[in-house]
């Protein structure tokens, strides 16, 4: 299983970027998938989550502002930024997890990671 984020750079405050993440031997359509960030000096934090029942769910800090979304013809998971805030600098990392349903839980270790995607907003 392969995790590719692309889509990261620099934009202005209240700017968007859409984030995608490619995925090989794994479908992002069919099970739980999520978007982490890490911003500087913190721990990462889930930001947005989609499963099999293509629903997105988001932190409070973002709702409204970013969408969630899985295109199954291409295999990708998308992220859509708008309105852009200075806080949402980080870097923002696609993660899979063989499962259906529940999608609660992301492990660190045992999930699927990708190597990460820098997102720069400045005002």
């Known amino acids: 299983v392969r995790l590719v984020e692309s889509g990261g750079g620099s934009a202005q405050a209240g700017g968007s970027l859409t984030l995608s993440c490619a995925a090989s031997?794994?479908?992002?359509?069919?099970?739980?998938m999520a978007w982490f960030r890490q911003r500087s000096g913190e721990g990462r934090e889930r930001v947005a989550t989609?499963?099999?029942?293509?629903?997105?769910t988001y932190i409070e800090s973002v709702k409204g502002r970013f969408t969630i979304s899985q295109d199954a013809a291409k295999n990708t998971l998308n992220l859509r930024m708008d309105n852009l805030k200075i806080e949402d600098t980080g870097t923002y990392y696609c993660?899979?997890?063989?499962?259906?349903?529940?999608?609660?839980?992301?492990?660190?270790?045992?999930?699927?990671w990708g190597q990460g995607t820098q997102v720069a907003v400045s005002s």
């Open positions: 031997k794994f479908s992002v359509s069919d099970y739980c």
């Open positions: 989609i499963g099999d029942a293509h629903i997105g």
């Open positions: 993660v899979g997890r063989w499962q259906k349903g529940d999608c609660n839980y992301f492990s660190p270790t045992s999930d699927f």
